[in-house]
Nanobody
């Protein structure tokens, strides 16, 4: 599975961006996809996840009410709508895909494939 993330950029605080992640290759069997982010000098952290079949989603507390994760199975594409952006959202955002049945999908170990990352910079 190959993942291509896009949509990052520079935005002012309070603004919005929509990230996309296109999956290609052997996408059959994907159970869940997610977004992670890594800010400078910090460890990678979970942002959001969505089951590939069904509507179950999960978001980290700091983005609830501002970010929405969604998917388009027909296009094999994952999205992250980010509204009300804050300076602390500045990071490289990575999409990931999981083909394993995991108890949860909130750690990097739950995912098997990763995209290259897209930079999001929020100016205050």
């Amino acid at each position: 599975v190959q993942l291509q993330a896009s949509g990052g950029g520079l935005v002012q605080a309070g603004g919005f961006l929509r990230l996309s992640c296109a999956a290609s290759g052997r996408t059959f069997g994907i159970d869940a996809m997610g977004w992670f982010r890594q800010a400078p000098g910090k460890e990678r952290e979970f942002v959001a996840t969505i089951m590939w079949n069904g509507d179950s989603t999960r978001l980290t507390d700091s983005v609830k009410g501002r970010f929405t994760i969604s998917r388009d199975n027909a296009k094999n594409t994952l999205y992250l709508q980010m509204n009300g952006l804050k300076s602390e959202d500045t990071a490289i955002y990575y999409c990931a895909a999981s083909k394993g049945r995991r108890l949860g999908y909130t750690t990097g170990l739950d995912y098997d494939y990763w995209g290259q990352g897209t930079q999001v910079t929020v100016s205050s």
